[in-house]
């Protein structure tokens, strides 16, 4: 298996600009994670989703960001309009169950998002 | 308040060193503990999944250990690489939800 898929892995935009990050999760698992890391903050979970729905997104940070999950192996992170203080790494993971399962966490390689 | 800390932040020792990274939590209910190894630029990598009735777990040089009475783990490197050199984040879950409560890591450098 390929891993969980991002991309692009570099994004270089300007503020004000619309961006729109890609994950591929690995075939067969039912959960999809959003997380951002920053020097400050660490990592921190933006949403998630099971089987394609939506169920926690209390850690997208405003309204100017959004994700969606059309099918089981493809979910969008879009940023509009984008600041300068988006710039972080966004990481995408999947897993078979719950991490209280425990279920193990798959991490994707990340896209590094600078917003000039 | 749920919460995962670390220590030290930043730790360099000698290549063939052993070194023990430490992680305190206060995460309730509690499920299990991870250590995820972060090379730069690349995303967490599992080393272990500790459950409330594991006391010490290894995955080849590296051992983890749990202690859920006082809420302390730590994990052992022995005999220290040049690539052992990323950044250890204990990670541990809400109870049975999916959210995972991050430390903040320890920046680890083997030198040859």
């Known amino acids: 298996d390929a891993g969980v898929i991002q991309s692009p892995r570099h994004e270089v935009t300007e503020m004000g600009q619309e961006v729109t990050l890609r994950c591929k999760p690995i075939s067969g698992h039912d959960y999809l994670f959003w997380y951002r890391q920053t020097m400050m903050r660490g990592l921190e979970l933006l949403i998630y989703f099971n089987n394609n729905v939506p169920i926690d997104d209390s850690g997208m940070p405003e309204d100017r960001f959004s994700a969606k999950m059309p099918n089981a192996s493809f979910s969008t992170l879009k940023i509009q309009p984008s600041e300068p203080r988006d710039s972080a790494v966004y990481f995408c993971?999947?897993?078979?169950?719950?991490?209280?399962?425990?279920?193990?966490?798959?991490f994707g390689p990340g896209t590094r998002l600078t917003v000039t | 308040k749920n919460q995962v800390e670390q220590s030290p932040q930043s730790l360099i020792i000698l290549e063939g060193k052993n070194c023990t990274l430490q992680?305190?939590?206060?995460?309730?209910?509690?499920?299990?503990l991870r250590w995820y190894k972060q090379d730069t630029g690349r995303g967490p990598v599992s080393l272990t999944i500790m459950t409330f009735s594991e006391n010490t777990k290894s995955n080849g040089r590296y051992t983890a250990t749990l202690d859920a009475d006082t809420k302390q783990s730590s994990l052992h490197i022995t005999a220290s690489q040049l690539s052992d050199s990323a950044s250890y984040i204990c990670?541990?879950?809400?109870?049975?939800?999916?959210?995972?409560?991050f430390g903040t890591g320890t920046r680890l450098q083997v030198f040859p």
């Open positions: 993971a999947s897993s078979l169950g719950l991490a209280g399962g425990p279920y193990e966490q798959y």
């Open positions: 990670v541990v879950p809400r109870g049975t939800t999916d959210k995972l409560i």
């Open positions: 992680c305190n939590y206060t995460v309730s209910p509690f499920s299990n």
